[in-house]
């Protein structure tokens, strides 16, 4: 009697494949035959399930970008729980943010593969759309905290769009730092950076000694 074959199994075992490459070669090996090798078939058990190249990668662009954003909910809903401007608010939102970077080694690779399709996406227009979704996705939960953290300030929309622009770009700054330099930054050194930033933002400041917020 045949095997059944779980295609919903396959399929994902295909973008793990992909995702192995990326994190140890680069978006450029991830061709359907070298995916095909890593993940142990044939080019044509490949094709059964993505028709072609660009199928599966935006594919895994987009599996990349749901398992960060599910990480990302779960986060928000602790954090949505919590009194704004308590410990436990900012060390929940500290954890929210931790999200985004490369903190261990399942997120390490998340963040390499995810950092790997937005850059190909300026070429590769297939990748776009995915693209936008990811951005918008995580624009919106950094706006968020950017309010919760801002909310006695009264700057206006422009100063909060800055603020949330800022930092958008400190994660990343983090995330491509802790990828490229490991050995220097650390998974602390990341929460440390991030801590000043978030103290310096709930006192009006630009920066804070965090020793003064865990003491």
């Known amino acids: 009697m045949p095997k059944i074959v779980d295609a919903a199994a396959r399929r ?17 090996r ?5 995916v095909a090798d890593e993940a142990g078939l044939a080019v044509g058990s490949v094709r059964h399930y993505f028709s072609s190249s660009e199928e599966l990668l935006a594919h895994s662009f987009a599996v990349v970008v749901d398992r960060v954003l599910a990480r990302l909910a779960a986060a928000q809903t602790r954090t949505a729980s919590l009194a704004t401007g308590s410990q436990a608010h900012h060390d929940a939102v500290l954890t929210l943010l931790g999200e ?8 390490a690779v ?3 593969v995810w950092m790997a399709f937005k ?4 070429i590769r227009p297939f990748l776009s759309a995915e693209a936008d979704r990811s951005h918008r996705a995580v624009a919106a939960v950094v ?3 950017v309010v919760e953290l801002t909310a006695d300030d009264d700057d206006g929309q422009h100063q909060l769009v800055t603020e949330a622009e800022r930092l958008l770009a400190i994660l990343d700054g983090l995330t491509m730092h802790a990828l490229l330099q490991p050995e220097w930054m650390t998974a602390a050194m990341c ?7 978030l103290s310096g933002m709930r006192s009006g400041r630009g920066s804070v000694n965090v020793r003064t917020l865990r003491e």
Do not use: M
């Open 100 to 107: 985004f970077l490369p903190l261990d080694e399942e997120s």
């Open 119 to 122: 850059n190909a996406a300026r």
């Open 110 to 112: 998340d963040a390499c």
């Open 143 to 145: 706006g968020q905290v």
């Open 191 to 197: 929460r440390d950076v991030l801590e000043s930033h």
């Open 12 to 28: 994902q075992d295909v973008v793990q494949a992909v995702f192995r490459i990326i994190a140890a070669d680069g978006l450029e």
């Open 30 to 34: 991830a061709s359907l035959r070298e």
